[in-house]
């Protein structure tokens, strides 16, 4: 349960650090806020002892917040503190946060609160009890009111009903009120810049000194006028592996010359330095500083904000001299060595600047991601789609069974709907013949359209959904000639309740959703008494799907609802799949825990409705071969939709080879066997052992060109692994067939009993077995 403080004004939380900032601590701890930490050998002082508030603190050893001791009674003598052992070397920061459990401290320095900051917050899709949160704001009218503000979408958030919450939040005042105007044109302007860089330098030194504890893994800097970020920004960042690393940052605005919304570059302090720019330094005296982005000090520095190319690798690096603060991740030994934000000229620098200079004197490397956002993301339109569809058909996708050719979000109007006939608006400027035309150029290449839309009160980027206009939008879509639907409940109007094991099986945390879902050993979901076909949830896809049924033309309705409301219970009386985890991302761990995840539902997918495990991401990320074809293969006899997630031009011609994978396409879309493939051997652990490092090894299926069998080594190196036919539900034990290995064709022959195969580290065997002989 959480634990919430009030910031009323006969609060007595107060603390005197550092010249006397004046700090309101609020703790939100996961955990029974019954228990009250007991030290092990001394009693703690009474009042410690006395109040409800006390809790576990990750960041310290258990104590309330920060106020001053009680007077001792005469004769009485204060309880010695209790000792705490870190063991550093424990605390891993790798390319896997979510996997290895990574603690991370997300710090905003918030001057003013936007409410579009915090729904970005709540949607990042890594797990939020890993989360804590970090906030300092100015003494002030303006202070007064973003504490309120944050206040209050802090109280929905953490109530001890929503099991989003985040691990802690530590929100500080500080003593000073602001100096420098917050208009966004005075406070921009070249006068203002070193006095207003060192203040915000010495808010983010005291906010990450005081938050920074030894368990954090990762700091992200996270500036509160970013309103809009992909949900998996802090894994995607993390993937990399770098000790500081930050994306491009762009700003949504009306360009009045196209009349239309449109995007431009708005962190200019990630750059590469030029001979012009030391030039300046050394001709400078000891206090001044070097201001980057102003025509009065022009310095020829290389710009990430201009390194942007929409056509490029998302994952693509450049090394980096300077760097922003709107959205950086850094590895939390970083500032544990040392490297700060410096109030002062360092190197001529100050700030996020001077701090990539310090880090860097501390032999940690800056990095940036010029060309970072999800594939196309916002920035989509009817030439990007009719590229995609052309060369779907020019590399052989369409011809290998690839049919639909789909656009994710931002395809409307942000403004809203029409005012007289409540439609949605296409995006003209994108779209210059609608939506209907663009579906129509589609169609005539020989695939069918998607379009997506949300059960919820906005789309996942902030555009207008469906939720009250079902029956309006679902006549549109057939109208436009809409072949498929992709609908998520983003922007929920209701709160999110999941199950709980029962007393009698303990829980085991399920960490790739956003919050702990539990489930129960050995093979049971929750049981809770919870009706989730009757949830509010179900019911707002339901409503959809009637008015889609309504309608004179077919169309394919996929269910994005991230496995929390149970989905696999209800979905297939409702769609035609069901996403049942959080989002992928192109790591394998991550790929191992929905393969795990999945394993558990089989038996919930049929002819007419299938568990989607979300796109595939072949091609994408840093996936070996092995790791390529093991994915793929795996997705594809689990009767996944078959979704590539990636630039089709940029594909190896072995990744080609294994999309189009003939056999593994025709077990995928078999017309007369709709049940997908399961385990029947786990391997390495006992059969429904829920494990995402070692998840079921061996699997079989039926379909009509024969059985097949996936044999799977999740190990780093070459294992025997053998296919026994009396462990396979479809094979005779004492059968003879013959068998193929559908990878490269090659023919067994006639083998009867077993079949003994070599299989690479994190490969996949996949053989066929055809006719009985």
């Excluded at 009680?70 to 996997?99: C, F, Q, W």
């Excluded at 709160?495 to 879902?517: A, L, Q, R, W």
């Amino acid at each position: 349960m959480a634990v919430s403080r009030s910031l009323r004004r006969n609060n007595t939380i107060t603390y005197v650090l550092a010249g006397g900032l004046c700090l309101f601590f609020l703790y939100f701890f996961f955990g029974d806020t019954t228990s009250i930490p007991q030290l092990p050998t001394y009693a703690a002082p009474k009042h410690i002892l006395k109040s409800k508030d006390a809790a576990p603190n990750e960041l310290s050893p258990p104590s309330l917040p920060f106020r001053k001791p009680a007077k001792l009674a005469e004769g009485e003598r204060p309880a010695p503190p209790p000792v705490v052992h870190y063991h550093m070397n424990n605390v891993t920061i790798t390319s896997d946060p979510i996997g290895n459990r990574e603690s991370i401290l997300i710090l905003t320095p918030l001057a003013r609160f936007y409410d579009e900051y915090w729904d970005n917050l709540v949607k990042l899709s890594f797990p939020h009890d890993l989360i804590s949160l970090g906030f300092i704001i100015p003494k002030g009218k303006d202070g007064n009111l973003a504490t309120q503000q944050l206040q209050a979408r802090i109280e929905k958030t953490q109530a001890p009903t929503n099991k989003n919450r985040f691990a802690s939040i530590t929100i500080l005042r500080q003593d000073e009120e602001q100096t420098i105007a917050q208009d966004e044109k005075d406070r921009h302007a070249l006068s203002a810049q070193k006095e207003r860089r060192a203040a915000m330098s010495r808010a983010r030194n005291a906010l990450l000194f005081t938050t920074l504890g030894p368990t954090t893994s990762w700091v992200l800097w996270l500036d509160s006028d970013i309103v809009e970020t992909p949900p998996s920004l802090i894994q995607d960042l993390a993937s990399h592996d770098k000790p500081l690393i930050v994306p491009n940052c762009f700003q949504r605005y009306h360009n009045k010359d196209k009349d239309a919304m449109d995007v431009r570059p708005y962190d200019f302090n990630s750059w590469i330095d030029s001979a012009t720019a030391k030039g300046l330094a050394e001709k400078m005296g000891p206090e001044e500083i070097i201001l980057e982005g102003y025509a009065e000090m022009a310095t020829y520095r290389s710009l990430m904000a201009y390194m942007a190319d929409p056509n490029g690798d998302s994952r693509t690096e450049v090394d980096l001299d300077g760097v922003g603060g709107t959205a950086l991740l850094v590895k939390a030994h970083v500032h544990r060595d040392g490297a700060m934000f410096p109030p002062f000229p360092f190197y001529h620098l100050i700030e996020t600047e001077g701090f990539a200079r310090m880090a860097a004197r501390l032999g940690w490397k800056a990095t940036g991601l010029p060309n970072y956002y999800n594939a196309y993301g916002c920035d989509i339109d009817e030439t990007k789609i009719l590229q995609a569809a052309n060369a779907m058909v020019s590399l052989g996708f369409q011809k290998a069974g690839y049919n639909y050719v789909n656009s994710d979000d931002c395809w409307s109007q942000r403004s809203g709907r029409d005012a007289t006939t409540h439609q949605l608006l296409p995006n003209f400027t994108k779209f210059p013949e609608g939506i209907s035309g663009t579906a129509s150029k589609v169609h005539n290449l020989g695939f069918k359209f998607g379009i997506y839309s949300s059960a919820g009160l906005k789309t996942c980027g902030g555009y207008p959904a469906s939720l009250g206009y079902e029956a309006i939008d679902a006549s549109t879509f057939a109208s436009w000639g809409v072949d498929y639907l992709k609908a998520d409940p983003s922007f929920s109007p209701t709160g999110i309740v999941n199950g709980s094991c029962t007393p009698s099986t303990p829980p085991v945390n399920h960490y790739s959703f956003v919050k702990p879902i539990p489930i129960c050993p050995p093979y049971k979901w929750p049981v809770d008494g919870n009706n989730y076909t009757a949830k509010y949830t179900a019911l707002r896809f339901r409503i959809m799907e009637e008015a889609l049924l309504a309608q004179n033309r077919t169309m394919l309705y996929s269910l994005c609802e991230w496995g929390v409301d149970e989905p696999w219970t209800w979905g297939n009386q409702t769609g035609s799949s069901w996403r049942m985890s959080n989002d992928i991302n192109p790591s394998w761990s991550r790929i191992l825990q929905i393969l795990n995840q999945n394993s558990f539902l089989t038996n919930y997918g049929n002819f007419y409705g299938h568990n989607d495990a979300d796109m595939l991401e072949v091609g994408n990320g840093n996936l070996t071969a092995a790791e390529a074809r093991s994915h793929f293969a795996l997705w594809a006899m689990m009767k996944s939709p078959l979704l590539i997630g990636t630039d089709v031009t940029k594909l190896s011609a072995h990744d080609i080879g294994v999309l189009q994978n003939k056999p593994l396409l025709a077990f995928n879309q078999d017309s007369h066997y709709g049940a997908s493939a399961a385990p029947y051997k786990w391997g390495t652990n006992e059969d429904w052992t829920f494990n995402s490092t070692f998840p079921a090894q061996y699997w079989s299926g039926a379909s009509s060109n024969g059985t097949m069998v996936a044999m799977f080594n999740p190990y780093n190196e070459t294992m025997v692994m053998t296919a026994e036919y009396s462990e396979i539900p479809q094979l005779e034990a004492n059968g003879c067939y013959e068998v193929t290995e559908i990878w490269n064709g090659t023919s067994y022959g006639c083998k009867e009993k077993s079949l003994e195969v070599s299989v690479g580290a994190h490969d996949t065997a996949v053989l066929l077995f055809g006719q009985s002989c």
